[in-house]
């Protein structure tokens, strides 16, 4: 059984820094895509950041430069770490893994295992 788990979410202020962590159990994160998405009160999903099983990423324009996606092949754990938070980075955030290897993958819809979610909370 394949479970996400999300964790590192929290309330920080504006300018502040958060890491966030997801930890796999079930599937091996290096043999597939994994992203990290967000979505505010009133607002569709959104993908914030991906990186493919050979490791390429991508970034919304929004965070670029701000926010940073890695993963620990060793901890079969993925990492956003989010710098110079602003309050419309407020949302729950998810990570979501491909069903198989592959690149980087912009929508959820290609995506099937996903996590419970963290909570992040920027205030100004």
């Known amino acids: 059984q394949v479970q996400l788990v999300e964790s590192g979410g929290g309330l920080v202020q504006a300018g502040g820094s958060l890491r966030l962590s997801c930890a796999a159990s079930?599937?091996?994160?290096?043999?597939?895509?994994v992203g990290w998405f967000r979505q505010a009160p009133g607002k569709e999903r959104e993908l914030v950041a991906a990186i493919s099983s050979g490791g390429s990423t991508y970034y919304a324009d929004s965070v670029k430069g701000r926010f940073t996606i890695s993963r620990d092949n060793g901890k079969n754990t993925v990492y956003l770490q989010m710098n110079s938070l602003r309050p419309d980075d407020t949302a729950v955030y998810y990570c979501?893994?491909?069903?198989?290897?592959?690149?980087?993958?912009?929508?959820?819809?290609?995506?099937?295992?996903w996590g419970q979610g963290t909570q992040v909370t920027v205030s100004s």
């Open positions: 979501a893994a491909s069903p198989a290897r592959g690149g980087i993958i912009l929508s959820a819809t290609g995506y099937v295992y």
């Open positions: 079930g599937l091996t994160f290096s043999t597939r895509a």
